[in-house]
């Protein structure tokens, strides 16, 4: 397998049928499956520290990012509106009530949990969102014992008995 083209550091990345997607150092590449080659991902889109994980559609991830100036989204990018590197499968999916940065999230059944990082002034976060994915709604849920940020989530266990850890 090739290198990845430059360094980097607290990359993120969703499998998804089709291939591999990075995200990291403001760009987003992508790994055909069954090919030793990245290549350029779905656009210029604008990679802030955040999360991305992949939807109940087996097409789709979401891209959950913000920065200091400016509010946190969710994207969705739909590998079916034209391929896998096709910048205009990326729509709008919702934004966060909380402007965050260094979140983690993970998908559990038809909603996706956003949890901690940091806000505009830097201080890390205990709150955790909630979009849900058939509404496009998003509610507060139960905020975290600690603040955390910069850490990993991932979901366990299958629809009818699942866990987030």
Known sequence: MEDLPRKSFGDITVTLPVGVYLFGNNRILFLPTGSPHWQNGPGNVPIYPGCAVKTNDKDQ???????AGSPTRARIFDVSEGGPTFIHGWFNFAQLKTARSGHSCALILDKVLVVGG???????LRSTEIID?????????????????????????????QMVW
Do not use: C, Q
């Open 61 to 67: 991830l979401m891209w959950i990012g913000g920065s």
């Open 118 to 124: 940091n806000d505009r002034s830097n201080k890390m």
């Open 133 to 161: 994915l058939n509404t496009k709604t998003v509610t507060y849920g139960e905020d975290l014992k600690e603040p955390r940020s910069f850490f990993g989530m991932v979901t366990l266990g299958h629809a009818d008995n």
